[in-house]
């Protein structure tokens, strides 16, 4: 799923769910190794946490409003809250160990 300023609101603040959102840009290096790993937790995930990912330069002040000065940095949403974050690139099973947690 892609996250844009528009969205963000009702699908990460809103929802009933978990969400973990990718901070990436299209330039980024580190961003591009970072995505398949978040493309393929999706199917794991479904109906429990809500995945996607959000282009910090076609959507800054969401970048700017959660202090996002590195990417990727991954950010997990419980309740509308950020809860937890990471940056750069990190192991999938690193992650999954993240995802788990949002769930308790």
Do not use: H
């Not at 950010?75 to 940056?87: H, L, M, N, R, S």
Request: contains cysteine.
């Amino acid at each position: 799923m892609t996250f844009t300023t528009e969205n963000f609101t009702q699908e990460v603040l809103n929802s009933d769910k978990p969400v973990m959102v990718d901070f990436y840009a299209d330039w980024c290096g580190p961003c591009k190794m970072l995505s398949p790993v978040v493309e393929s937790l999706e199917p794991a995930y479904e109906g429990r946490v809500k995945i996607g990912k959000i282009n910090v330069d076609d959507n800054p002040e969401i970048a700017e409003k959660y202090g996002v000065m590195s990417i990727p940095t991954l950010i997990f949403f419980k309740g509308g809250e950020a809860v937890d974050q990471t940056v750069g690139v990190i192991p999938q099973s690193e992650i999954t160990r993240r995802l788990d947690s949002l769930q308790n």
